[in-house]
C-alpha cells in the first residue's frame, strides 16, 4: 500500500508532501490543474518511461521519494531478494532527476536500477485508464489474468513442468541425430583408423621401451668389445687364473706358516667367490648384447610406425592405446545409434503425450474460468447501465509453449447482435471505462499488495451510471487501496479520503498543490464539481446528500 509521496521541483510542483491511506482515495481539481504531473511523478519514482523534461524549470535537481509498506507476503520482498536490496515492512523509495536527463534511483538507501524499480513496480502499483496499455487492454497478458482469476497456478505449474521435459526429449534427439550424422560423415575414416591401431596394437609405454631398445643395440658393438676385454681379464688366463695360483701356492706353505697365512687365505677365498660373481655377470651382460642381426630393424620398424601414428592422429605415442578405445567407442556409437534415436524418439513422444493430457486439461479449466469470469463481468455490467453490452472471453488454439496452447482475448459488444471486438477496439471512451471497471472489481480479489491507480476511468458517464462508477470504485477499494483521479462529483462523493489540486501563480511563477480536505471543505469541493465552479446552497446540500447515499 502507498503510504505517502513526496515530490521537489519537478514541473510546476516546488513541494509537496502527501500522505495516503487504505481505501478509496480521490484527488479532484480543474483541468491543467496538475493532477495528470502526480501521476507523472509516481510513475518516475517507479521507474516507469514517461516525459523526458520533468526538472522544475531553474530548479538543479527533481527528487520523487514514495514510501510503501509491505506485508509479510508481499510479491515485492521476493524482488528484493533476487536483486540483493535490504527487506524491510517499509519500502522506501527515491529517485532523482537531473536537468541533463541523469537519474538515480535507491531503494531503502541502497542504489538501484530503473530495471529494478518497475520489477518491483510491477508488484505496487497498476494504472488503469483509457490509453493504459499496462494491464487490461493488453491482450497478451488477458491469459494470466484469466488463470489468476480461475487459480489455475497449479495446472500451469503441471503443464511447464511437462513442457520443460517436451524440451529436454526435443534436445536430447536434435544432439543424437546430429552426432549421428556426424559419425556417419566419419565412417570411412574411423573403420579405417581402428583397424589400423588394432594392426599396429600399441601399449601405453612401448614407445619409450622400443627406444631405449634401440639405443642399446646401436651401442652393443662397441660395448661387446670392452666386455670382452673385461671378461678376459678376469677369466682363467687372468685374474681368476692368478688368484687361484695364488691360493694354491699359500695353502702349500699354510701349515709350516703357524697361522699366519689363515686371514690371507680367507681373504683371497671371497675375492675368488667375488671375482666368479663378476665374470658370471659379464657373461650374461654379454649375452644380453648378442642380438639378431635383424633384432635392431624390427625394433625401428616398430618405432617409427608408433610415432608416425601419433603424428597423423596428434597424439603422443602413449595415448594411441587410448584413442583406439576412443574411436572404437565412436564406432559402436554408430553402429548402435539406430536403437538409441529410436528410444529418444519414444521418450520424447511419451512426453509430448503427456504434455497433450496437461495442456487439454488447462485448456478445459481455462474455459469454465472463462464462462464464469464471463458471467462476473455480466453481473458488474448492469449496474454501471450497460446490461445490453456482451463480455466474453475467447479461448483460440495457440501455437504449444510452457503455458499451454491458448490465445486468450477478452471481448466487447456494446450492443446485442453488434459484432465483438477488443476491448480498446470496440468501446467508446465512457463505456470503455465501465469495462475496464467491471473486469478490475471481478479480477481484483486474485491479486494481493496492489495499489490500484484510476486516472480518469468515469470520463464519459455522469448522473446514475457515475454513482454506480462511484460505488464500483468504494466497493474495489473495501479490501485494499484505489486512487482516482477524477472530475465526477457522483465518484468523488464515494472517496473516505480527498485531495483538492490546485494551480497557483505566484509572482511569475506557475506552481501546483495538493490540499487534504476536511469535511467541509470536502462539501464544496463536490458542490464546485455539481455547480460548475458557482458553488450555491442548493450545490452544497446535493453534495451532502451525495457523500451521504
Known amino acids: 500500500m502507498l503510504r505517502a509521496l513526496q515530490i521537489r521541483d519537478m514541473l510546476i510542483i516546488d513541494r509537496l508532501e502527501l500522505d495516503f491511506q487504505p481505501g478509496l482515495n480521490v484527488l479532484t481539481g480543474e483541468t491543467g490543474a496538475g493532477k495528470s504531473i502526480l501521476l507523472d511523478s509516481l510513475g518516475f519514482v517507479l521507474g516507469w518511461r514517461g516525459r523526458a523534461e520533468l526538472v522544475r524549470q531553474g530548479a538543479e535537481q527533481g527528487e520523487v521519494t514514495a514510501e510503501f509498506d509491505l506485508a509479510t507476503d508481499h510479491p515485492a520482498r521476493e524482488v528484493l531478494r533476487d536483486a540483493g536490496l535490504p527487506e524491510e515492512d517499509t519500502l522506501l523509495l527515491r529517485r532523482v532527476n537531473f536537468p541533463d536527463g541523469r537519474k538515480t534511483a535507491w531503494v531503502n538507501d541502497r542504489r538501484c536500477s530503473g530495471e529494478v524499480l518497475r520489477r518491483l513496480s510491477e508488484t505496487l502499483v497498476e494504472l488503469h485508464g483509457q490509453h493504459d496499455d499496462r494491464g487490461l487492454l493488453n491482450p497478451s497478458g488477458h491469459r494470466d489474468l484469466l488463470d489468476s482469476y480461475g487459480r489455475l497456478g497449479d495446472l500451469r505449474a503441471r503443464v511447464r513442468g511437462a513442457w520443460r521435459e517436451v524440451a529436454a526429449g526435443r534436445k536430447a534427439l536434435a544432439e543424437a541425430e546430429a552426432a549421428q550424422e556426424a559419425l556417419r560423415n566419419e565412417e570411412e575414416f574411423l573403420r579405417h583408423a581402428v583397424k589400423e591401431l588394432e594392426t599396429l596394437e600399441p601399449q601405453p609405454g612401448e614407445e619409450a621401451e622400443l627406444d631405449a631398445r634401440r639405443r642399446l643395440m646401436q651401442g652393443a658393438e662397441r660395448m661387446r668389445e670392452d666386455i670382452a676385454k673385461a671378461a678376459q681379464a678376469l677369466g682363467h688366463e687372468g685374474a681368476e687364473g692368478a688368484a687361484r695360483d695364488a691360493l694354491r701356492w699359500l695353502e702349500g706353505v699354510s701349515d709350516q706358516a703357524d697361522g699366519a697365512l689363515e686371514e690371507p687365505l680367507a681373504a683371497l677365498s671371497r675375492a675368488l667367490v667375488e671375482l666368479d660373481e663378476a665374470a658370471l655377470g659379464v657373461a650374461q651382460a654379454m649375452e644380453r648384447l648378442t642380438f639378431d642381426p635383424h633384432a635392431l630393424e624390427a625394433t625401428e620398424e616398430r618405432l617409427f610406425a608408433i ?220 458542490a464546485r464539481m455539481l455547480a460548475d465552479d458557482r458553488i450555491t446552497d442548493e450545490a452544497r446540500a446535493a453534495a451532502k446528500a451525495l457523500i451521504a447515499d
Open 307 to 526: 610415432r608416425a601414428l601419433a603424428r597423423k592422429h596428434g597424439v603422443a605415442p602413449d595415448m594411441l592405446s587410448a584413442l583406439a578405445d576412443d574411436l572404437k567407442g565412436q564406432l559402436q556409437a554408430l553402429d548402435q545409434g539406430a536403437d538409441r534415436l529410436e528410444v529418444l524418439r519414444d521418450a520424447l513422444a511419451a512426453a509430448q503425450s503427456s504434455y497433450a493430457v496437461q495442456a487439454d486439461a488447462l485448456s478445459a479449466a481455462r474455459q469454465s474460468a472463462a464462462t464464469a469470469l464471463d458471467i462476473a463481468v455480466m453481473d458488474e455490467l448492469a449496474p454501471l447501465k450497460m446490461e445490453r453490452a456482451v463480455f466474453q472471453t475467447r479461448l483460440a488454439p495457440a501455437e504449444a509453449g510452457p503455458d499451454g496452447r491458448d490465445e486468450v482475448t477478452f471481448t466487447v459488444a456494446t450492443n446485442p447482435g453488434a459484432p465483438a471486438g477488443a476491448l480498446n477496439k470496440i468501446a467508446s471512451g465512457g463505456e470503455l471505462s465501465r469495462f475496464l471497471l467491471a473486469l478490475k472489481v471481478c479480477l481484483t480479489g486474485t491479486e494481493s499488495g496492489l495499489t490500484l491507480i484510476f486516472d480518469e476511468i468515469d470520463r464519459g458517464v455522469g448522473g446514475a451510471t457515475a454513482g454506480a462508477v462511484g460505488r464500483r470504485l468504494a466497493q474495489l477499494a473495501s479490501g485494499g487501496q484505489v486512487l482516482v483521479v477524477t472530475h465526477s462529483p457522483q465518484v468523488a462523493a464515494r472517496g473516505a479520503y480527498h485531495w483538492r489540486v490546485e494551480k497557483q501563480v505566484v509572482g511569475d511563477v506557475t506552481l501546483s498543490s495538493v490540499t487534504a480536505l476536511a469535511h467541509a471543505e470536502r462539501v464544496d469541493e463536490i
